[in-house]
Each structure stands twice: as C-alpha cells, then as structure tokens.
C-alpha cells in the first residue's frame, strides 16, 4: 500500500482537497474583514494539521478507490 504510487497519488489528492477546505473554512471563520487582516500562519498551521490528519486517515481507513488499487487489499 505505502509504496503503490497510485495509492499515494489518491492520498495526496485527498489531502490537498482538505487542506484547501480547511483553509477557506478557518479564513471564513475568523475574520469578517479584508485579506490583510487574515492571520495566515494560523490558517496554514491548520489547514497543514488538516492535511496530515488527511494522510493518516488514508492509511487507516482506505475508500473503496484506494483499497482497489493493486496491493492494498485486505
């Protein structure tokens, strides 16, 4: 599984959707005003905690795409 790199591609597919989510999620959430008032180090430190989690939930609960890629299944 961690070294099919079809498997990784879906993963990391996954993972940029979700960080891109959690971004336009946290900047929505906490600010009301113009783009400069946006503090970016908090959205990237969750937006990248988000992405990790991401991977991680690849790893242990794979879709049904992932678990079809050859090798990963159980």
Do not use: C, H, Y
């Amino acid at each position: 599984m961690l070294s099919n790199a079809k498997w990784w591609s879906l993963a990391i597919e996954r993972a940029v959707r979700t960080l891109a989510q959690t971004a336009i999620a946290t900047i929505t959430a906490t600010t009301a005003a113009g783009v400069l008032e946006v503090d970016w180090v908090n959205v990237a430190s969750v937006a990248g905690l988000a992405s990790v989690l991401s991977i991680l939930t690849s790893i242990a609960f794979p879709s049904k795409e992932m678990k079809e890629v050859k090798g990963t299944e159980k």
